[in-house]
């Protein structure tokens, strides 16, 4: 259990170092970093003595173990001596503060960002094991990566969190017992690959075979057994190879030390999975490791080995030639011994010099030394002039990064996001200078419109307040409600997300098509009132109008695109569908010497009433034809009417030759006709086709619109008095912005 640790104030804090007090003089500039780590274990001690971490191992050991892991990487007194302070940040009031006025601001900064990325880890993990608002292990391991990857900014926190990790599976290892589950595959996923991209080898190693030991311990015991049965008889193969090789290039010339190389058991276990081997058929079990001056003797052994041994082509890799992205260089052979005419096992032989292979075993870490003196104390820049060491480091974080960004330029990790937390510890990713709210929207949309405040690492924050990486986000929601108006406003910067913006909109979007429905069903249900007709379902009714539902219906209505006129005609339909008696226009019966002047003669008949059938609405020119209907006279169709061609198929008996009688301009005939338009719907469609009519001077008495899926079809009555000239004022309102086609029914 966790021993409490009282919380030190800066005065505290101060009197618990009274070895080394600070002058004002000095607060304001970093201290001399002479005994450093001695200092750093004195202030941390009695915060950490009897802390103990998680995994039960005492917080000061783990920290020596640190500091001891970041020497063997090549870390500075300085990088060794930040191991403690890390740990001692939780038990001080004002941490950045106190050890800032002790140790000096970077040391401050780094202590605060590694704790903040410990804390960020831990509640990752407890996320993954039951998460709420992510998708799975999988998901929160990939944030975890990136997260990682945007508070090492500072090289340091890397440093100090593979040292850190590396020794929480040592000491597992040691006491025999099982880390977490997400502890080993954060550890195999995101830890080993970022050691691998530094190029900090013995550190990835390592923690792929403890993590794999933990992660998949049946296995581990395998391989490690199959190893440990052979490893009597290759270490002595070994050393006889070792020694033959030794002798051979010191008479070249060539001064080398050989020796034999490890092999990590999960980089085998890869190799077998990958290539589908059997445990025999993994090259480099037996392996040897030649260090040497320069380059040159580099090739004068590979010349030599090539020529004492049986060289696989296939198997050969010049990386000096041709360096790994993270700056490896080596060379790399296989060859098999002839013994007796046959190829022995096979070996695989490294050949490097010895500044490739301290870059090898340590990566970047064999080049981080820091000044740790002068007036700007530990600032975290390179000594002896390594400017070229610092950009590899930059460039094999930012590669890791491109990694993850799918190699896309400009589209960076550290360019444009940030990685909060939920409460229940969900990584949330959000744009650069988001607010709680495009966090709360992308949590979910519900939350969004019901945000009214928000806590940020248990801080009330005004809702505009731009986010930080690491930071914890609590919503404080209304049961129900809307969002603001201002949070469109971009000056008020409430949003920094487009989705979020678009939720938003939406949200009002929804509001105004809301009461617009309203207005049009309170229009609906006055015409039905009227009419008598209050029982009939406004369903059926928006059916036989030709709309989805009756919301569409209210919602054309509310917006004075669609004619209450027409729910009157429906619910007053003349006696003959086909028929359509006093709509739109009289026709004029013939007189005497005057045979349908403006109307219709039909031929030989004289003084017969005659009607326009509303189905395919005839007007002059048009061709037509006449039905003789029970009842009701002859019904006038345009010769290519389907309808009329139907009826004629089954009663060709009553088709009568009809035909437009002479008319006079000042007769003011008018005919009913339909036009059919598709466009692509936009806003203002309807009202810039209205306006082609009106300047027309074509009186339109009824509209019909529906929407689908971006496309509008609108079907317009208009009355004419002439078809011919119907023709050219379509081609104009063919013209419109939108209109894919406009023809006559």
């Known amino acids: 259990m966790k021993r409490e640790q009282p919380q030190l104030s800066s005065a505290d804090a101060a009197a618990s170092v009274v070895d080394y007090p ?58 060794q001596a930040a191991s403690y302070l890390v740990y001692s940040c939780q038990h001080l009031n004002r941490p950045q503060e106190v050890i800032a006025k002790v140790f000096g601001d970077n040391f401050a900064a780094l202590a605060v960002e590694t704790t903040k990325l410990v804390h960020v880890q831990k509640q990752a993990r407890s996320a993954t094991i039951n998460p709420r608002e992510v998708d799975g292990a999988s998901s929160q391991t990939e944030n975890v990566r990136k997260m990682l990857l945007a508070f090492s900014r500072d090289l340091r926190v890397v440093m100090l969190r593979l040292a850190s990790r590396l020794q929480t599976l040592r000491h597992a290892a040691a006491i025999k017992q099982p880390v977490n589950e997400s502890v080993a595959r954060e550890s195999l996923e995101v830890f080993a690959p970022l050691a691998n991209r530094l190029g900090i080898w013995q550190i990835k190693w390592e923690i792929e075979d403890l993590s794999f030991r933990f992660l998949e311990p049946d296995t581990y015991k395998l391989i490690a057994r199959l190893l440990d049965e052979k490893r009597v008889e290759r270490e002595e193969y070994v050393e006889q190879l070792r020694n033959r090789l030794e002798r051979a290039l010191a008479n070249e010339g060539v001064r080398a030390a050989v020796q034999g190389r490890p092999k990590n058991i999960y980089s085998i276990v890869k190799k077998m999975r990958g290539k589908s081997l059997d445990f025999g058929q993994v090259f480099d079990i037996i392996a040897l490791r030649v260090v040497v001056a320069d380059v040159k003797d580099c090739y004068t052994a590979l010349a030599w080995v090539h020529t004492h041994f049986q060289a696989l082509d296939e198997e050969f890799d010049d990386y000096i030639a041709r360096p790994k992205p993270n ?37 970047v870490a064999a080049h981080w030394a820091y000044k740790e003196a002068g007036h700007k104390g530990y600032a975290g820049v390179w000594a002896g002039g390594e400017y070229d060491a610092k950009i590899a480091v930059l460039r094999q974080l930012l590669a890791w990064e491109r990694d993850l960004s799918g190699g896309l330029q400009g589209q960076g990790l550290f360019d444009d996001r940030i990685y909060v937390l939920t409460p229940d510890a969900a990584i949330v990713e959000l744009p650069q200078g988001a607010t709680p709210v495009d966090f709360a929207y992308s949590v979910h949309t519900s939350l969004g419109h019901r945000c009214r405040g928000a806590r940020v690492d248990g801080a ?30 971009a000056e008020l910067g409430y949003l920094a997300s487009h989705r979020a913006r678009a939720k938003v909109r939406a949200w009002f979007n929804a509001q105004i098509t809301h009461e617009t429905v309203a207005r049009g069903r309170e229009a609906v249900e006055r015409v039905l009132q009227r009419e008598g007709k209050t029982s009939i379902k406004l369903d059926d009714l928006a059916s036989q109008l030709g709309f989805k539902s009756a919301d569409q219906l209210f919602e054309v209505v509310g917006k004075d695109e669609f004619s209450l006129r027409n729910i009157e005609m429906l619910l007053r339909p003349p006696p003959d569908p086909l028929l359509a008696p006093g709509e739109g226009v009289v ?75 002479e008319r006079k301009a000042e007769d003011g005939s008018v005919y009913a006709v339909d036009v059919a338009v598709e466009a692509a719907d936009r806003q203002g469609l309807l009202r810039d086709i209205s306006d082609v009519f009106a300047r027309e001077k074509m009186n339109v008495i009824g509209v019909q619109t529906q929407s689908l899926k971006g496309t509008a079809w609108m079907t317009f009555t208009i009355e004419i008095a002439d078809a011919g000239r119907l023709k050219q004022v379509l081609a104009v309102v063919a013209s419109v912005s939108g209109v894919r086609s406009a023809r006559r029914r």
């Open 587 to 661: 026709i004029k019966k013939a007189r005497a010497g005057n045979s349908g002047k403006g109307g219709v003669l039909v031929v030989g008949v004289s003084s017969l009433m005659t009607q326009l059938a509303k189905c395919c609405r005839p007007a002059p020119p048009d061709a037509i034809r006449g039905f003789v209907t029970r009842g009701h006279g002859v019904s006038i169709h345009r010769s290519d009417c389907s309808n009329f061609r139907t009826m004629a198929s089954r009663d060709a008996a009553r088709v009568i030759e009809v035909e437009w009688g």
């Open 22 to 79: 600070l002058s004002a003089a000095t607060a304001d500039r970093a201290p001399v970093i002479d005994n450093m780590l001695a200092r750093a274990r004195a202030f941390a001690e009695p915060l950490i003595a009897d802390e103990t971490l998680d995994t039960g191992e005492n917080t000061l050991e783990h920290a020596d173990a640190v500091a001891a892991i970041v020497r063997g990487m090549g870390g500075s007194e300085a990088m």
């Open 460 to 489: 009330m924050v005004p809702l505009n307040t731009p986010l930080q990486n690491g930071q914890t986000v609590e919503i404080v929601a209304a049961k129900e409600g809307g969002p603001s108006r201002d949070w469109l406003n």
């Open 327 to 363: 700056g490896y260089q080596s060379l790399h052979t296989v060859v098999r011994e002839v013994m007796d005419g046959a190829p022995g096992k096979p070996i695989e032989i490294q050949i490097r010099t010895e500044q490739m292979h301290d870059h090898a075993e340590h990566g």
